[in-house]
C-alpha cells in the first residue's frame, strides 16, 4: 500500500505540472515533425527503389535526437521543481522513505516518457511510410521503434538522477546537454583514433542512433542506472 500511494503521490505531482504536458507534446510532434522534414528530403534520384532500409528508417526517427533533450528537460523538472520551490520537504515529512520516493518518481515518468516516446515514434514512422519513396522496412522499424523509445526513458532518468545529484534544475540541465550532445561531437573532432574509439564506444550516447543502437543503448543504462543509484544514495544521506 506504501509503495501505490508513493506512485500515486508522484503521479498527482507531475500531471498538475503544466511544464510536464507540454513537454511531452512536444516530445511528439517535434519528433513527427521533423521526422517528415527529414524523409521529405529524399527523393527517388537520391534512394531509388529498392532503397537500403536501415538508412530510411534512421532518417525517419531523425527527430528522436532533438526529443530526446526535451525528455532530459521532463526528467530535471520532475525533482528539480520541488528544490526550486521547497515543497521537497512537505513531500518528504509525508513520505520519510527516500528511495521509494525517488523510484516512485522514476517509475511515473518512464511510464509517461515510454508513452509519449510510442506515439512520437509510430506518428515519425507512419508519416515516413507515406512520404518516402520506398516505405521503411518493418523488421528495421520494430527494432528502432524499440530502441528509440529506450533512449528517451533512459535519457528522462539521466535528467532525473543529475538534478537530484546537483539539486540544481538549471545545472542539471547544462550538464545534461553538455553529456548528450558535447561529448558526441568532440569524438569527432578528436585526431587521436584510440580516444575517438574510446568516446564513441563508452560515451554516455549512443553513437549509432537510432537502428544500429543496441550495443550503445547498454552503456547508456548503464549511465542512467548507476547514476540514479548514486543520485539516489546522495538524497538519502543529504538533507532536503
Known sequence: ????????????????????????????????????????????????????APNTVKLSLTGIQLSQAICLVLGTLSIGAEYATGTIRTTLTAMPGRWRVLASKAATLSALTAAAGALAVLASLGLARLILPTPPDGDASLRAAGGSILVLVLVTLLGLSLATLLRDTA??????????????????????????????????????????????????????????????????????
Open 171 to 240: 545545472g542539471a540541465i547544462t550538464l545534461g546537454l553538455g553529456v548528450l550532445y558535447v561529448v558526441p561531437l568532440l569524438s569527432q573532432l578528436l585526431n587521436s583514433p584510440t580516444w575517438r574509439h574510446r568516446l564513441q564506444h563508452w560515451g554516455p550516447m549512443p553513437t549509432g542512433l537510432p537502428t544500429d543502437l543496441w550495443p550503445g543503448l547498454g552503456v547508456l543504462a548503464a549511465y542512467a542506472v548507476g547514476l540514479l543509484a548514486v543520485g539516489g544514495a546522495a538524497f538519502r544521506l543529504r538533507d532536503a
Open 1 to 52: 500500500m506504501r509503495w501505490l500511494g508513493s506512485l500515486h503521490a508522484e503521479w498527482t505531482k507531475l500531471r498538475t505540472l503544466p511544464s510536464t504536458w507540454w513537454l511531452l507534446a512536444a516530445t511528439v510532434v517535434l519528433t513527427a515533425a521533423i521526422g517528415a522534414a527529414a524523409a521529405s528530403s529524399v527523393t527517388t534520384r537520391i534512394c531509388p527503389a529498392p532503397c537500403h
